[in-house]
């Protein structure tokens, strides 16, 4: 079901940490309003996998190119872990806003998932979604996607790389993962993919409903 008001300009941003369902909610709602959708963390990850070929990572941020995010093998763990390392460098994140915020205020709607988006790229974001689910939670769902790929992974590799990742995505100084103060929040640990995107779902047709009421008004 599409919702009828469409203003000009609405962005949906998702946060939250590794595997924590944000980019299966991000397609869900992007398909349902018909929006734009950029999952910023395959940026991170197609500079990451530029630095496991050798490239300098700030270089790699300067010369990206949207095309980069449509590369194979960007889900694996070592791109994993590369992505959340030169996603702490200040320089790297730097040269990226501009795309992300302009991405974000196009015309029609959009949707941006990653870490930063509801409190660095688009704070006047219309939604803002912070999405959790326990670090167990989220490792099992990341091995299923991984043994399509990889049937030697363990549950254990996979737990470790999320904790991993939470740590140096929260901890770092530049733009660190957190919940922007007037964000919804969602905890998915005990929720299916289908009641979660409902959810979602209908903050969005609320803040459709808001603004369409607004104008009216
Ligand atoms: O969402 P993801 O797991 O594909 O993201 C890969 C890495 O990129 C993640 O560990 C942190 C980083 N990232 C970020 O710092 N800021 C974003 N907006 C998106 C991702």
Known sequence: ??????????????????????????????????????????????????TLEGQDAIVAAQNFDAEDTKRDGLRTSAVSL?????????????VLLDFQK??????????LDGRDI???????AE????????????????LLELRETNSEITYEQVLEDVKTRDERDATRASSPLRPAHDAIMLDTSELSIETALELARSHVREALERLDQAKAD
């Open 127 to 142: 939604v803002k979604l912070y999405v959790t689910a326990s670090a167990e939670t989220r490792a099992k769902r990341r």
């Open 118 to 124: 509801g409190t660095v790229i688009c704070p006047e």
């Open 82 to 94: 590369a992505a959340s390392e030169v996603a702490a460098i200040p320089e790297v994140r730097a």
């Open 1 to 50: 079901m599409r919702s009828s008001y469409r203003p000009d300009r609405f962005t949906v941003a998702i946060d939250g940490p590794a595997a924590s369902g944000k980019g299966t909610l991000a397609r869900g709602i992007a398909e349902t309003f018909d929006f734009a959708h950029l999952d910023s963390g395959l940026i991170y990850r197609a500079i990451g996998a530029k």
């Open 102 to 111: 302009q991405f974000a205020r196009r015309l029609g709607g959009a949707i």
